[in-house]
């Protein structure tokens, strides 16, 4: 492997990382807590809102993410006008959230209703509202089971960056694209193979942490 070369593509393989990670970082800053309204409305007793927040989730996590990338930074502009255009940055970052808020209020949910139901009953008899019963009891122990699911969608929003390309964002597979385009070698691919291990790595280390430490906190709360 040529040494010279990889010195001459990696500053550029390095922007590109620096995008993927913008676009990481923006969408789950974004989507995490987007997805707790959409979870909690997906199980209200209010129907017009467990049905909008249902029908989001359903659209969402049932169509492509391609699609809905194609869709928010082409379709838009086409359908509602030139208002509607945006930077392809924008639109990657609008569209990941929209979609892995979907994702995350299902975790969410799942999470929420794993809770013995006796402990919403004991949270009434005490005189909780329903409010109180949620913020106070119910979510810190769900926080705790939605860690490793949650540390898993993670992992998978780091390596679905790559689907920005598709409309021209520069993330870290178009910067590695664009380097074997013009030079004909498949080394760019190899190292951004590596960049993006690495990051998954990392990823899975700081999830691990997480889940050690909730899981002892939820012990001691037993």
């Known amino acids: 492997m040529n040494l010279e070369y990889i010195q001459a593509i990696l500053p550029a393989l390095l922007k590109g990382t620096w995008q993927t990670l913008q676009v990481f970082f923006l969408t789950l800053v974004l989507s995490l807590p987007l997805g707790l309204p959409f979870a909690l409305g997906s199980i209200s007793r209010f129907f017009p809102v467990r049905f909008l927040s249902k029908a989001y989730?359903?659209?969402?996590?049932?169509?492509?993410?391609?699609?809905?990338l194609f869709f928010v930074y082409y379709g838009l502009p086409i359908m509602f006008g030139p208002a509607f255009r945006m930077e392809n940055t924008v639109a990657a970052v609008l569209t990941f959230t929209m979609n892995y808020a979907a994702y995350f209020a299902e975790i969410y949910r799942a999470g929420v209703q794993s809770i013995d139901h006796g402990q919403h009953e004991a949270a009434k008899t005490l005189g909780f509202s329903r409010w109180q019963t949620m913020r106070i009891i119910i979510i810190p122990q769900t926080i705790a089971r939605v860690i490793p699911p949650v540390s898993n969608e993670v992992i998978t929003l780091i390596k679905d960056t790559a689907l920005v390309t598709a409309i021209g964002v520069g993330e870290l597979l178009k910067a590695a694209k664009d380097a074997n385009n013009r030079d004909v070698n498949p080394t760019a691919f190899f190292i951004a193979a590596v960049i993006y291990l690495a990051i998954t790595f990392l990823l899975t280390l700081l999830s691990q942490w997480c889940e050690k430490r909730f899981s002892r906190h939820e012990r001691k709360e037993a």
């Open 57 to 68: 989730i359903w659209v969402f996590r049932g169509t492509p993410l391609m699609l809905q």
